[in-house]
C-alpha cells in the first residue's frame, strides 16, 4: 500500500519539476522496490507485517529512506551519482518531496482501518502524530539536506552536521551525565567548557590549530572528556558560517568499520569551504584507516582531521596486537606525526562549571561545593579513571547517587552495587528487586550488555538476545530477556527499543569495570579449584552465544524471527567471515587493552566458548597470542605460556617462519619472567636466528634487546651493553622508536648495575621522552620506575619516592601486577632509607603477595632480601636471617647470581650482628667472589663488609 502511494507521488512529482530527474523513474518499479526492500521489508511474507515494517523502519529513518530510494532509483537506471554530484542531490530533493506527499498519501488511505492499529499497538507510532512531524522534517530534509555523504560513508558512521541532523537528535539532559553527551546534546548547551593550557579554553584552543589546517590527537584517559571536547570543537566549526561542513564519526554510532577511504574521500572532494574531519577512537582497528586518509591530505590546507584516543591504545606492540604488523607501523608513523592535545588537568573552576551545567539541565540541585568535589576527585585520579567521569558519579542522579565506600571511588561503588545486586537478586531492601528472574539469565544479560558495551560492538537488543542460543529460543526466554532489558532500564541502560537500534548505556568504561569485578571475582573464587584455569562463566556463555551467529544458520533464523528484517543479522549474512572477525578482534582487543579482565576468557585449551568457524586462520593466531600477552601482562605466567607454546607448535607446524620466531620471543619473555634465564635466552637466540634468516630487522632487534635483557639478569653486564647497544642501532635505522626507548631504558639498566648512576639516569630519561611522545603508557611507567632507582642510587629518596609512585599509579591503571609489585618494593626501599621501617615492611608484605600471587620468583626473592633488610634495621636478626635465607634459595633455583650475592652479603651482615664472624666471613667472600665475577658495582661493598670484620684468633 505504501509503495503505491509512493509510485503516485514520484509520478506527481516529475510532472510537478521542469527537470527531468524523475523521469522514468517508475518505468521499473518492482526493480527499484526490490533494490529498497533490503532496507524495509525483511523476510516477512504477510502483507501487512510487510507493511508494517517499512513504514515502521522509514518512519523512523526518513533522510536515510529517501536518500536509499534515490540511489535505488539510479541503478536501476545504470547511472552512477558518485561521478554525477549534482544529479544526485537533485534527485535526493526530488525523492524527498514525493516522499513527504507518499507518507501523506498512505496516512489517508489507512485512516479508519484496522491497519491504524496495528500501528499503533505493535509500533507504538500514532500516524497523525507521525505524519504531521514527518512532513516538517521532509521539509527540511527537502531545504537543508546534507548532500555530500554517500550511503557507504554513512554506512561506515559518519554523519554531517546539519539542521536536519540536529533536527533528528534529541538533547537528553539527565541521561547524558551518565552515558556519553551526543552531539545533539553539546548543540543544546548542556556539557560545560573546560579550561585549556594557556588561559583560553581548550575548544578554542583546538580550534585556533584546526583553523590553520592543522591536525591534532587529543589524548587522555578513558573518561577524561576527549570525545565532548570533539564534539564541542565540531559543534562551534559548524555553526561558524565561515568555515565549511564538518564529517564526523561517533564511536557509539559508528555502525560498521571504517575500511574503505572511497566513500568519505569522494565526500571530501565533492564539499566546498574547509572540511573538519573529526574520528573518535581514531586508533581502534575500526577506524584506524583514517590516518591513512590523513597522509593523503597531508598538503591539503582545506581538509584538517581532529582525532581522539585514549593513552592506553597508543602504547600496543604492533607484532602482539595487530595481523598486519606492517600497516600498524605504518599507521603508528602517521599518528606519532599529528600534533597531541593532552587534555588538561581538570581544575576547580572546571568542576564549577559543570556542577552549574548540571544543575542547569536537571533542574537538581547539587548540595556539595565545587571545591569538596574536586578534592574527592583528585584523590581517586590514582585508580587511573578520568576525572571527567568520575565527577558525573559524585553528582546526585536518582538512584544512583552511591557515597564513597571506604577507599572505593564512587564509580567503583556504584559498579560494585550493580554487579552484585545481578549476580545475587534479592528482595529484601537490594537497590532493585530482580529476585523473580532466572537467575543465571540475569547475570548473563547484564553481561552481555556490558561485553557489548565496552568492546564497542554496541549493545543491538537482537545481540542481547543471541543468549537465547544458551537458554532456548522459546517465547517465554525471550519474553524474560525483553523484561530483564526493561528493569536496567535508567539503571544502566537508557531509552531501550525493541528494533534495531543501539542502546544507550553508561560509559564503556563503566562497562569495563563492571568486567573487571567479574574477572577478579571469578579469579578468587576460583582460586582453591582444580578448575580455576576455566574461562568465567557467565562471560563465555554470552561469547559463545555471540560467535555461534557466525556459524549456526538457525541460530539467526530464530533472532530474525524476534526482529524482522534485523539490520544486524543482514550484515553478518552478507559478509560472515569479515564480520567474524570483527566481532573476535573487538571482544580480544579489549582483553589487550585491560590484561585484567584475562581470567574471563581463559586459554585455548580452558575456554569455554569456541571461535567461530568462519573467523580466519590468521585471527585465530592472533587471538593465541593477545590472551597469552593478556596473561603475561597480569602476571599468570603459565597461562601464557600455555598460549605461546600452543601458537609455536602451530607455526612450525604450518612452517610459518615469522610466527615461529615471534611465539620463541614470546616464550622467552616467559621464561624470563619464571627465573629460568638459561631456557629464555636458549629461546630468545633461536628468535634472533630465524629473524635474522628471513630478514626481518626489526624481530632482529626485537631478538637482540630480549638477550641483552636476559644477559642482565645473569649479570653478565658488558654482554648486555653489546646486544642492547647493537639492538638501538637497528631500531634507529628502521625508525622504530618504541623499540629503541624499551632498549635504552634497559642499557640504562647496565649503566646502573655498574655503578653509572648518572649515565643511567640519562638513558632512563631518553626513553620516557620517547614513551610519552608517543603515548606509551606501560613505557612511561617502567622509564619512571628506572629513574626511581636511579634517583634512590644517589640518595635522592624524595624524588626517588614521587617517581615510583607514578609509575605504580600507571601499573595499576593498565593491570599490570610485576610492574606494581616492583614499585611498591622500591617505595619499600625508599622509605627504609627515610627510616620509615613500617612503612616499608608494609610496602614490601604488598609487593611480596603480589610476587607470589603471579609466579614472579625474582620478585619474591628480592622482596624477601628487603624484608630481611628492615628485619636488620629492627635488629630482628633471626627473622632477617630467615628472609635472607629463602630469598638465597629462590635466586639460586633460577640461577640469578646478583640475588644469590645480595643475600650472602646480607646473611654475613646478620650473622656479624650475631657475633658469627667465620660464618659471616664466609657470606661475604661468597658474595664478593660472585660481585666480581659479574662485574657488579656492589663488589666494592662487599669487599668492604669483609675488610670491617674483626679478627678472630
Same mark, same amino acid.
Given at each position: 500500500?505504501?509503495?503505491?502511494?509512493? #509510485?503516485?507521488a514520484?509520478?506527481?512529482e516529475?510532472?510537478?519539476?521542469?527537470?527531468?530527474?524523475?523521469?522514468?523513474a517508475?518505468?521499473?518499479?518492482r526493480?527499484?522496490?526490490?533494490?529498497?526492500a533490503?532496507?524495509?521489508?525483511?523476510?516477512?511474507?504477510?502483507?501487512?507485517?510487510?507493511?508494517?515494517d517499512?513504514?515502521?523502519?522509514?518512519f *523512523?529513518?526518513?533522510?536515510?529512506?529517501a536518500?536509499q530510494?534515490?540511489e535505488?532509483?539510479?541503478?536501476v537506471?545504470?547511472?552512477?551519482l558518485?561521478?554525477?554530484?549534482?544529479l544526485?542531490?537533485?534527485?535526493?530533493?526530488? %525523492? !524527498?518531496?514525493?516522499?513527504?506527499e507518499?507518507?501523506a498519501?498512505?496516512?489517508?488511505?489507512i485512516a479508519?482501518?484496522?491497519?491504524?492499529?496495528?500501528?499503533?499497538?505493535?509500533?507504538?507510532?500514532?500516524?497523525?502524530?507521525?505524519?504531521?512531524?514527518l512532513?516538517?522534517?521532509?521539509a527540511?530534509?527537502?531545504?537543508?539536506?546534507?548532500l555530500l555523504?554517500t550511503?557507504?560513508?554513512r554506512?561506515?558512521?559518519?554523519?554531517?552536521?546539519? =539542521?536536519?541532523?540536529?533536527a533528528r537528535? #534529541?538533547?537528553t539532559?539527565?541521561?547524558?551525565?551518565?552515558?556519553?553527551f551526543? $552531539?545533539?546534546?553539546?548543540?543544546?548547551?548542556?556539557?560545560? *567548557?573546560?579550561?585549556g593550557?594557556?588561559?583560553q579554553?581548550?575548544?578554542?584552543?583546538?580550534?585556533?590549530?584546526l583553523r590553520?589546517?592543522?591536525?591534532?590527537?587529543?589524548? !587522555?584517559?578513558?573518561?577524561?572528556g576527549k570525545?565532548?571536547?570533539?564534539?564541542q570543537?565540531?559543534?562551534?566549526?559548524?555553526?561558524n558560517?565561515?568555515?565549511?561542513?564538518v564529517?564526523y564519526?561517533e564511536?557509539?554510532n559508528?555502525?560498521?568499520?571504517?575500511?574503505s577511504r572511497?566513500?568519505l574521500?569522494?565526500?571530501i572532494?565533492?564539499a566546498?569551504?574547509?572540511?573538519?574531519?573529526v574520528?573518535?577512537?581514531?586508533?581502534?582497528?575500526?577506524?584506524?584507516a583514517i590516518?591513512r586518509?590523513?597522509?593523503?591530505?597531508e598538503?591539503?590546507s582545506?581538509v584538517?582531521?581532529?582525532?581522539?584516543a585514549?593513552?592506553?591504545?597508543?602504547?600496543?606492540?604492533p607484532?602482539?596486537?595487530t595481523?598486519d604488523?606492517?600497516s600498524?607501523?605504518?599507521?603508528r608513523?602517521?599518528?606519532?606525526?599529528?600534533p597531541?592535545?593532552d587534555?588538561p %588537568?581538570v581544575?576547580?573552576?572546571?568542576?564549577?562549571r559543570?556542577?552549574?551545567?548540571?544543575?542547569?539541565?536537571?533542574?537538581t540541585?547539587?548540595?556539595?561545593?565545587?571545591?569538596?568535589?574536586?578534592d574527592?576527585?583528585?584523590?581517586?585520579?590514582?585508580?587511573?579513571?578520568?576525572?571527567?567521569?568520575l565527577? &558525573?558519579?559524585h553528582? =546526585?542522579f536518582g538512584? /544512583? &547517587?552511591?557515597?564513597?565506600?571506604?577507599?572505593?571511588?564512587?564509580?567503583?561503588?556504584?559498579?560494585r552495587?550493580?554487579?552484585q545486586?545481578l549476580?545475587?537478586?534479592?528482595?529484601?531492601g537490594?537497590l532493585r528487586d530482580?529476585?523473580?528472574?532466572d537467575?543465571?539469565?540475569l547475570a548473563d544479560v547484564?553481561?552481555?550488555?556490558n561485553?557489548?558495551n565496552?568492546?564497542g560492538?554496541?549493545i543491538?537488543p537482537? +545481540?542481547?538476545?543471541?543468549?537465547?542460543?544458551?537458554y532456548g529460543?522459546?517465547?517465554?526466554?525471550h519474553?524474560?530477556i525483553h523484561?530483564?532489558?526493561?528493569a536496567?532500564?535508567g539503571?544502566?541502560?537508557?531509552q531501550?527499543?525493541?528494533?534495531e537500534?543501539?542502546?544507550?548505556?553508561t560509559?564503556?568504561?563503566?562497562s569495563?569495570?563492571y568486567?573487571?569485578t567479574?574477572?577478579?571475582?571469578h579469579?578468587q573464587?576460583q582460586?582453591s579449584?582444580?578448575?580455576?584455569?576455566?574461562?568465567?562463566?557467565h562471560?563465555?556463555?554470552c561469547?559463545q552465544?555471540?560467535?555461534?551467529?557466525?556459524?549456526?544458520?538457525s541460530h539467526?533464523?530464530?533472532?530474525e524471527r524476534?526482529? =524482522?528484517?534485523s539490520?544486524?543479522?543482514r550484515?553478518?549474512e552478507?559478509?560472515?567471515d569479515a564480520?567474524?572477525?570483527?566481532y573476535?578482534?573487538?571482544f580480544?582487543?579489549?582483553?589487550?587493552?585491560? =590484561?585484567?579482565?584475562?581470567?574471563?576468557?581463559?586459554t585455548?585449551?580452558?575456554?569455554?566458548?569456541?571461535?567461530?568457524?568462519?573467523?580466519?586462520?590468521?585471527?585465530?593466531?592472533w587471538?593465541?597470542a593477545?590472551r597469552?600477552?593478556?596473561?603475561?601482562?597480569?602476571g599468570a605466567y603459565?597461562?601464557?605460556?600455555?598460549?605461546?607454546?600452543?601458537?609455536l607448535g602451530?607455526?612450525?607446524?604450518?612452517?610459518?617462519?615469522q610466527?615461529?620466531?615471534?611465539?620463541?620471543?614470546?616464550v622467552?619473555?616467559v621464561?624470563?619472567?619464571?627465573?629460568e634465564?638459561?631456557?629464555?635466552?636458549?629461546s630468545?637466540?633461536?628468535?634472533?636466528?630465524?629473524y635474522?634468516?628471513?630478514?626481518?630487522q626489526?624481530g632482529?632487534?626485537? /631478538?637482540l634487546g630480549?638477550?641483552?635483557?636476559?644477559?642482565?639478569?645473569?649479570?653478565?653486564?658488558?654482554?648486555?651493553?653489546?646486544?642492547?647497544?647493537?639492538?638501538?642501532?637497528?631500531?634507529?635505522?628502521?625508525?622504530?622508536?618504541?623499540?629503541?626507548?624499551?632498549?635504552t631504558g634497559?642499557l640504562?639498566?647496565?649503566?646502573q648495575?655498574?655503578?653509572?648512576y648518572?649515565?643511567?639516569q640519562?638513558?632512563?630519561q631518553?626513553?620516557?621522552?620517547i614513551f610519552?611522545?608517543?603515548?606509551?603508557?606501560?613505557?612511561?611507567?617502567?622509564?619512571?620506575?628506572?629513574l626511581?632507582m636511579?634517583?634512590w642510587n644517589?640518595?635522592?629518596?624524595?624524588?626517588?619516592?614521587?617517581y615510583?609512585?607514578?609509575s605504580?599509579?600507571?601499573a595499576?591503571?593498565?593491570g599490570? *601486577?610485576?610492574?606494581e609489585?616492583?614499585?611498591?618494593?622500591?617505595l619499600g +626501599?625508599?622509605?627504609?632509607?627515610l627510616?620509615?621501617?613500617?612503612?616499608?615492611?608494609e610496602y614490601h608484605?604488598?609487593? $611480596?603477595?603480589?610476587?607470589?600471587?603471579?609466579?614472579?620468583?625474582?620478585g619474591?626473592?628480592?622482596?624477601?632480601?628487603n624484608?630481611?633488610k628492615?628485619?636488620?634495621?629492627?635488629?630482628?636478626?633471626?627473622?632477617?636471617r630467615?628472609y635472607?635465607?629463602?630469598g638465597?634459595?629462590?635466586a639460586?633455583?633460577?640461577?640469578?647470581?646478583?640475588?644469590?650475592?645480595?643475600? $650472602?652479603?646480607? $646473611?654475613g651482615?646478620?650473622?656479624?650482628e650475631?657475633g658469627k664472624?667465620?660464618k659471616?666471613?664466609?657470606?661475604?667472600?661468597?658474595?664478593?667472589?660472585?660481585?666480581?665475577?659479574?662485574?657488579?658495582r656492589?663488589?666494592e661493598r662487599?669487599?668492604?663488609?669483609?675488610?670491617?670484620?674483626?679478627?678472630?684468633e
Amino acid at each position: 500500500m505504501f509503495a503505491e502511494s509512493l #509510485e503516485d507521488a514520484i509520478e506527481a512529482e516529475d510532472i510537478r519539476r521542469d527537470t527531468n530527474e524523475l523521469a522514468g523513474a517508475t518505468d521499473d518499479w518492482r526493480t527499484v522496490l526490490t533494490e529498497v526492500a533490503e532496507l524495509t521489508a525483511g523476510d516477512a511474507t504477510d502483507g501487512r507485517s510487510r507493511e508494517r515494517d517499512q513504514v515502521g523502519h522509514l518512519f *523512523r529513518n526518513e533522510e536515510d529512506a529517501a536518500v536509499q530510494i534515490a540511489e535505488a532509483i539510479a541503478t536501476v537506471q545504470g547511472v552512477d551519482l558518485s561521478k554525477t554530484p549534482k544529479l544526485r542531490e537533485q534527485l535526493i530533493s526530488a %525523492v !524527498g518531496d514525493a516522499y513527504a506527499e507518499a507518507v501523506a498519501d498512505f496516512e489517508r488511505r489507512i485512516a479508519g482501518t484496522d491497519l491504524g492499529d496495528v500501528f499503533q499497538q505493535e509500533l507504538q507510532l500514532d500516524i497523525r502524530e507521525a505524519v504531521g512531524d514527518l512532513q516538517v522534517r521532509l521539509a527540511q530534509l527537502g531545504e537543508e539536506i546534507e548532500l555530500l555523504l554517500t550511503q557507504d560513508a554513512r554506512n561506515e558512521g559518519f554523519r554531517q552536521l546539519s =539542521p536536519t541532523f540536529f533536527a533528528r537528535g #534529541e538533547p537528553t539532559p539527565e541521561t547524558s551525565w551518565r552515558t556519553t553527551f551526543t $552531539l545533539a546534546d553539546v548543540h543544546a548547551g548542556i556539557p560545560a *567548557r573546560r579550561e585549556g593550557h594557556d588561559a583560553q579554553y581548550a575548544d578554542e584552543e583546538l580550534l585556533a590549530s584546526l583553523r590553520e589546517g592543522r591536525n591534532r590527537l587529543v589524548v !587522555g584517559r578513558a573518561g577524561a572528556g576527549k570525545s565532548t571536547l570533539c564534539k564541542q570543537v565540531a559543534v562551534t566549526w559548524y555553526q561558524n558560517t565561515d568555515t565549511g561542513p564538518v564529517l564526523y564519526r561517533e564511536s557509539d554510532n559508528a555502525g560498521e568499520s571504517f575500511a574503505s577511504r572511497d566513500a568519505l574521500r569522494e565526500t571530501i572532494d565533492r564539499a566546498s569551504g574547509h572540511v573538519l574531519v573529526v574520528v573518535e577512537d581514531a586508533i581502534r582497528t575500526n577506524a584506524n584507516a583514517i590516518l591513512r586518509l590523513i597522509e593523503e591530505y597531508e598538503t591539503d590546507s582545506d581538509v584538517t582531521f581532529l582525532l581522539d584516543a585514549r593513552e592506553t591504545e597508543l602504547e600496543r606492540e604492533p607484532d602482539a596486537q595487530t595481523l598486519d604488523r606492517s600497516s600498524d607501523l605504518r599507521y603508528r608513523e602517521i599518528a606519532s606525526a599529528i600534533p597531541r592535545y593532552d587534555v588538561p %588537568v581538570v581544575s576547580e573552576e572546571d568542576v564549577a562549571r559543570t556542577v552549574e551545567a548540571f544543575e542547569a539541565a536537571t533542574d537538581t540541585t547539587v548540595e556539595r561545593s565545587a571545591s569538596q568535589l574536586h578534592d574527592e576527585i583528585q584523590s581517586e585520579t590514582a585508580e587511573g579513571f578520568g576525572a571527567f567521569l568520575l565527577l &558525573s558519579f559524585h553528582l =546526585p542522579f536518582g538512584d /544512583s &547517587s552511591v557515597k564513597r565506600d571506604g577507599t572505593k571511588t564512587g564509580l567503583e561503588a556504584h559498579v560494585r552495587s550493580r554487579y552484585q545486586t545481578l549476580m545475587q537478586p534479592r528482595s529484601d531492601g537490594a537497590l532493585r528487586d530482580l529476585s523473580r528472574f532466572d537467575q543465571d539469565l540475569l547475570a548473563d544479560v547484564g553481561m552481555m550488555v556490558n561485553l557489548l558495551n565496552a568492546s564497542g560492538i554496541g549493545i543491538y537488543p537482537e +545481540l542481547v538476545h543471541a543468549l537465547g542460543y544458551e537458554y532456548g529460543h522459546d517465547i517465554e526466554t525471550h519474553d524474560e530477556i525483553h523484561e530483564i532489558r526493561e528493569a536496567l532500564e535508567g539503571w544502566f541502560l537508557f531509552q531501550t527499543r525493541d528494533k534495531e537500534e543501539q542502546v544507550r548505556t553508561t560509559h564503556e568504561l563503566w562497562s569495563t569495570l563492571y568486567l573487571r569485578t567479574a574477572a577478579q571475582d571469578h579469579d578468587q573464587q576460583q582460586a582453591s579449584s582444580r578448575r580455576r584455569d576455566r574461562s568465567e562463566p557467565h562471560a563465555s556463555r554470552c561469547i559463545q552465544a555471540l560467535f555461534a551467529l557466525f556459524d549456526d544458520s538457525s541460530h539467526r533464523e530464530d533472532i530474525e524471527r524476534e526482529f =524482522p528484517g534485523s539490520s544486524v543479522v543482514r550484515a553478518i549474512e552478507s559478509d560472515t567471515d569479515a564480520k567474524a572477525d570483527e566481532y573476535v578482534r573487538s571482544f580480544f582487543e579489549l582483553i589487550d587493552r585491560w =590484561p585484567v579482565l584475562a581470567p574471563l576468557v581463559g586459554t585455548t585449551v580452558t575456554a569455554r566458548y569456541d571461535l567461530p568457524a568462519a573467523c580466519s586462520d590468521a585471527t585465530r593466531q592472533w587471538v593465541r597470542a593477545t590472551r597469552g600477552h593478556a596473561h603475561l601482562n597480569r602476571g599468570a605466567y603459565q597461562k601464557a605460556q600455555a598460549e605461546f607454546e600452543e601458537r609455536l607448535g602451530e607455526a612450525r607446524d604450518n612452517e610459518n617462519r615469522q610466527g615461529e620466531a615471534q611465539s620463541l620471543n614470546d616464550v622467552g619473555k616467559v621464561a624470563r619472567k619464571l627465573g629460568e634465564y638459561e631456557a629464555a635466552r636458549e629461546s630468545h637466540q633461536q628468535s634472533l636466528e630465524i629473524y635474522r634468516t628471513i630478514g626481518d630487522q626489526q624481530g632482529e632487534a626485537k /631478538s637482540l634487546g630480549n638477550i641483552g635483557a636476559v644477559v642482565w639478569n645473569l649479570g653478565e653486564y658488558e654482554q648486555a651493553r653489546k646486544y642492547l647497544r647493537e639492538s638501538i642501532e637497528i631500531y634507529r635505522t628502521i625508525g622504530d622508536q618504541q623499540g629503541e626507548a624499551k632498549s635504552t631504558g634497559n642499557l640504562g639498566l647496565v649503566a646502573q648495575s655498574l655503578g653509572e648512576y648518572e649515565e643511567g639516569q640519562k638513558y632512563h630519561q631518553q626513553s620516557l621522552e620517547i614513551f610519552r611522545d608517543m603515548g606509551d603508557l606501560l613505557g612511561e611507567a617502567l622509564s619512571l620506575s628506572n629513574l626511581g632507582m636511579a634517583a634512590w642510587n644517589l640518595g635522592e629518596y624524595e624524588a626517588a619516592r614521587e617517581y615510583h609512585q607514578q609509575s605504580l599509579e600507571i601499573a595499576r591503571d593498565i593491570g599490570d *601486577r610485576q610492574l606494581e609489585a616492583d614499585n611498591l618494593d622500591y617505595l619499600g +626501599l625508599v622509605a627504609a632509607e627515610l627510616g620509615e621501617y613500617e612503612n616499608a615492611r608494609e610496602y614490601h608484605q604488598q609487593g $611480596l603477595e603480589i610476587a607470589r600471587d603471579i609466579g614472579d620468583r625474582q620478585g619474591e626473592a628480592e622482596s624477601l632480601i628487603n624484608f630481611g633488610k628492615v628485619s636488620q634495621e629492627l635488629g630482628e636478626y633471626d627473622s632477617a636471617r630467615e628472609y635472607h635465607q629463602q630469598g638465597l634459595e629462590i635466586a639460586r633455583d633460577i640461577g640469578d647470581r646478583q640475588c644469590e650475592a645480595q643475600s $650472602l652479603d646480607n $646473611l654475613g651482615l646478620v650473622a656479624a650482628e650475631l657475633g658469627k664472624y667465620d660464618k659471616a666471613r664466609e657470606y661475604h667472600q661468597q658474595s664478593l667472589e660472585i660481585f666480581r665475577e659479574i662485574g657488579h658495582r656492589y663488589a666494592e661493598r662487599a669487599e668492604s663488609n669483609l675488610e670491617q670484620l674483626p679478627e678472630v684468633e
